[in-house]
Each structure stands twice: as C-alpha cells, then as structure tokens.
Nanobody, 121 residues
Framework: VQLQASGGGLVPPGGSLRLSCQVS????????IAWFRQAPGKEREAVYC????????TYQDSEKARFTISRDNAKSTVYLQMTDLKPEDTALYYC???????????????WGQGTQVTVSS
C-alpha cells in the first residue's frame, strides 16, 4: 500500500485547506485511513480515522468544528478539510493506513510522506 499526501501550503489565520491522501492499492476498501499531524518539537498525534464504510473516529475533539474527514473509495482518496485555520495548526500532516483505526502512530504499517501546513500572516 502506498499513500501520497498533498494539499498543504501556507495560509493566513482563518484560511482553509483541503488535504488529500491518494491510496495506491487494489484493496483500498480493506484499509482504514488516518490523518496525523506533527508540530515542531511535538509528538505525532492522531486527528481522524475513517473506515471504508465511512465510520469516523475522532481523536481531536477540539478540531471537530473546523476539520472534516471524508473518503471517496472510487477515487481511492481520503480528504481532510480544514477551515478557520490557526497558527497552532501548523504541522506536518501525514496520512496512514492499516486494517483498524488506532490512536498510536507506531501501530500503523503504511505512511504517506507528509504535507506541510503553515498558518501564518
């Protein structure tokens, strides 16, 4: 399974971004896809995880009002829509795949390369 994360960039506070995670696998529907982020000097933390049936696990309750995860199995792509971005959202955002949703990043077998999100005026 190969994952390609994209969509990051530099945005001002209050801006929006949509991250994409393209999954290269003929068995994409067998995997859950999770979004993680890692800010400078901090540990990697789980944000959301979505199953192939659309069930979502939220790991950051404080982001629920601003971040949305969605999945298009036909396009083998998972999205993270981020709105009202804040400077503290600045981080390298990764997508990961495995068979079940888990909070601990160490347990995921497959990772994308990460896409940088910088929120600054």
């Amino acid at each position: 399974v190969q994952l390609q994360a994209s969509g990051g960039g530099l945005v001002p506070p209050g801006g929006s971004l949509r991250l994409s995670c393209q999954v290269s696998s003929s068995m994409v529907s067998d995997y859950v896809i999770a979004w993680f982020r890692q800010a400078p000097g901090k540990e990697r933390e789980a944000v959301y995880c979505i199953r192939s049936d659309g069930h979502i696990t939220t790991y950051q309750d404080s982001e629920k009002a601003r971040f949305t995860i969605s999945r298009d199995n036909a396009k083998s792509t998972v999205y993270l829509q981020m709105t009202d971005l804040k400077p503290e959202d600045t981080a390298l955002y990764y997508c990961a795949a495995d068979l079940v949703c888990m909070k601990n990043p160490v347990l995921y077998d497959y990772w994308g390369q990460g896409t940088q999100v910088t929120v600054s005026s």
